[in-house]
């Protein structure tokens, strides 16, 4: 999945250098092209894990509403 957060991060930042006129895009270096992959890439992390955390929370949720049949054995 790394390397689809990855490709995703290349793809923003490619669309982004191309709304820039030449000027602006030759002053950004290639190391802060790559700095803005890195900041993209962890957001889209950020935003995969908290999605995460909140289909978890549903599932414990859901759980603790179940009513488990009593079958007194």
Known sequence: MV???QERAQHVVAS???L???P???AITA????ELEILVR???ADEL???AEQVEDLGHRLRAEVELPNLDL
């Open 16 to 18: 982004f250098s191309e």
């Open 20 to 22: 820039l006129d030449a």
């Open 42 to 44: 962890q957001a889209i």
């Open 49 to 51: 894990h908290h999605a």
């Open 31 to 34: 190391a802060q092209y790559k």
């Open 3 to 5: 390397n689809r957060h």
């Open 24 to 26: 602006a895009r030759e």
